[in-house]
């Protein structure tokens, strides 16, 4: 396992004082690669968390350039940057808050030809993607390399947030067989509720990373900011699943070297 400098025991010292957490958690978080899907006002601010945590590297993969209207909630961007593409400036920002983290900024978005190759450099993903056609490839990507996933996604003043292994919980097929129309448009954003959203799935990551705490497996958490009502729904495995289920073909796939289990990301030492 790799060892923290003085710089890192004194950047960290604070959150290592958890219960549960100190010196092991965070070399596990040093150790620790993740995939950042659709780097906006979610997985921007999700990345953002998880570098002042100390994650040792981030892919962030976006295509696209920033946008006037994208400025209401992402926090890694600058107005002179508008018309730009969003991932390196997310880059930028994250390499100035925390030069320790190692970040790799990919502009593209997740297609069929680069999903795979993104997820197996990963330990983990965190799918923020702005369409169920990026969300779908990467739960089927994390399917096929037994990669965890924490999926999120908000609408207005609504959200929800689960965390994916598979083999031990439904993945994104079990829980939307049939995807809505998604128009990446149309879909009315208010900052503080993709940033509400953004803590939430950082947390989840950390938690996977190290098993300081117990993540949300096989639970959905639905969150409505109108009424500030958060409830956790059980959630259950379609065995016949196309992706994950008992005939799917990632079952007979060689292991990895890193397994998700059913309390976090086992490393090896």
């Not at 960290?12 to 957490?21: A, S």
């Not at 994650?55 to 209401?72: A, F, H, K, Y």
């Not at 997310?90 to 790799?104: G, H, R, S, Y």
């Not at 900024?105 to 990963?122: F, G, K, R």
Request: charged share 20%; proline share 5%.
């Amino acid at each position: 396992m790799v060892n923290l400098t003085p710089t890192e025991l004194e950047r960290y010292r604070r959150q290592m004082m958890l219960p549960n957490f100190g010196e092991t958690a965070q070399k596990r978080l040093k150790s620790a690669t993740v995939l950042v899907t659709g780097v906006g006002g979610l997985g921007g601010t999700a990345a953002l968390y998880l570098a002042v945590a100390g994650v040792g590297r981030l892919i962030l993969v976006r295509g696209g350039d920033l946008r006037q209207d994208d400025m209401n909630r992402q926090v890694l961007m600058t107005d002179d940057w508008v018309g730009k593409p969003r991932v390196f400036k997310a880059k930028e920002t994250l390499d100035a808050i925390n030069p320790d983290v190692q970040v790799e900024a990919v502009h593209d978005y997740i297609t069929p030809e680069n999903v795979d190759s993104l997820v197996q450099s990963a330990d983990m993903a965190l799918d923020c993607a702005h369409n169920f056609t990026e969300r779908n490839l990467l739960n089927e990507a994390c399917v096929r390399s037994r990669k965890p996933m924490v999926e999120a996604a908000m609408n207005g003043m609504e959200a929800y947030l689960t965390t994916i292994i598979p083999g031990v919980t439904p993945c994104l097929s079990c829980l939307f067989p049939e995807k809505p129309e998604w128009d990446q448009r149309g879909f009315s954003v208010l900052g503080a509720v993709s940033g509400t959203l953004a803590c939430l799935t950082a947390l989840e990551a950390i938690k996977l990373i190290t098993g300081f705490s117990q993540p949300l497996l096989s639970q959905l958490l639905t969150i409505d900011l109108n009424r500030m009502e958060f409830a956790k729904r059980r959630s259950h495995r379609d065995r016949s699943c196309p992706v994950c289920g008992n005939s799917a073909p990632w079952r007979h796939a060689q292991s990895n070297s890193m397994e998700p289990t059913a309390t976090g990301i086992a490393q090896n030492s």
